[in-house]
């Protein structure tokens, strides 16, 4: 499906390197802190930002009518690249997200200026499957990237037995339940800023239940990822990972070793998301990663 509207935003000089941020399943590009875009811009980058289809003021699909894979999700990576001018970009991706940079560093080389994944999975690693074994106390296979944390697992068990919140209120109680979760324990949690980032993303979704779409996306397409192909990656690599991730533990040493020459960065209490305490890191890296190389 080609004809769905995708919101995104930009911010910087149009003659500044350009950086594209691609956020996770079901999440909106507002997940990409305030703080650390500003950050970017400041030190001379073109920022992109957007919302998934399904996800924040992108148009909402009829699943049911007008079925998608992520193969449309990655594809839309390329369609925001066009609609902002941008023959190339440096990619930077969260969890999902990096996963979709993956494959377009690996699909379009060309058009990957440098490729930076966030608390990612190697591509072909079939992390979504990894994951729900877990949730369903199934033994991984031999091979299989590492699981979860326990807590993770329990958490998100909990969350399929229990009632869809009623209103409001209780989705953002919800919401912000998750994100202390996904933080992890390594670093201080900030209820207050949660409560108003989760109140941002509940009032800003067209329809925030059309999320589950990604879900109903990969299994209409289990077999997206191709696999045994991370060597073909030419784009300089960052792979950042937090000391305390709660869902992909140990996943971004796997890309680092699977892209040539990928650089491992291993971030101090670092969880899942992406807090104030590491904006001003966090950005530095980035800007390092994705300073303008000598031809």
Avoid at 126 to 134: F, L, P, S, W
Avoid at 146 to 153: D, R
Avoid at 239 to 248: L, R
Wanted: hydrophobic fraction near 40%.
């Amino acid at each position: 499906m080609q004809n769905v509207n995708i919101w995104s935003e930009e911010f910087g000089a149009a003659t500044d390197e350009p950086i594209l941020l691609i956020m996770g399943s079901m999440s909106q590009g507002v997940l990409w802190p305030d703080e650390f875009v500003g950050l970017l811009t400041a030190g001379g980058r073109r920022v992109i930002r957007y919302d998934h289809r399904d996800t924040g003021m992108s148009d909402t699909v009829d699943f049911a009518a007008h079925p998608y894979t992520w193969d449309d999700i990655k594809d839309d990576v390329y369609r925001v690249m066009d609609a902002h001018g941008m023959d190339s970009a440096h990619l930077v991706g969260h969890s999902a997200g990096g996963l979709l940079a993956q494959y377009v560093a690996v699909e379009r080389p060309e058009r990957v200026r440098s490729l930076t994944v966030i608390g990612s999975s190697p591509l072909g690693g079939c992390e979504g499957q990894v994951i729900m074994r877990a949730l369903l106390g199934q033994p991984q296979p031999e091979g299989s990237l590492p699981a979860p944390t326990p807590e993770f697992v329990a958490f998100y068990q909990a969350l399929i037995a229990s009632p869809p919140p009623q209103d409001r209120r209780a989705a953002i109680e919800g919401m912000i339940a998750e994100q202390r979760l996904l933080h992890g324990t390594g670093l201080p949690f900030d209820e207050d800023a949660a409560r108003r980032l989760q109140e941002r993303i509940y009032d800003r979704a067209r329809d925030l239940s059309a999320t589950v779409n990604h879900r109903l996306a990969a299994g209409a397409n289990p077999d997206f990822e191709p696999v045994g192909v991370l060597h073909q990656v030419k784009a300089p690599t960052l792979v950042i990972e937090g000391t305390h991730e709660p869902a992909k533990p140990g996943h971004g040493a796997l890309i680092a070793e699977q892209v040539p020459g990928a650089r491992l960065m291993m971030m101090e209490g670092l969880g899942h998301t992406l807090p104030p305490q590491v904006h001003e890191d966090l950005a530095a890296a980035v800007l390092a990663h994705t300073a303008p190389r000598d031809q």
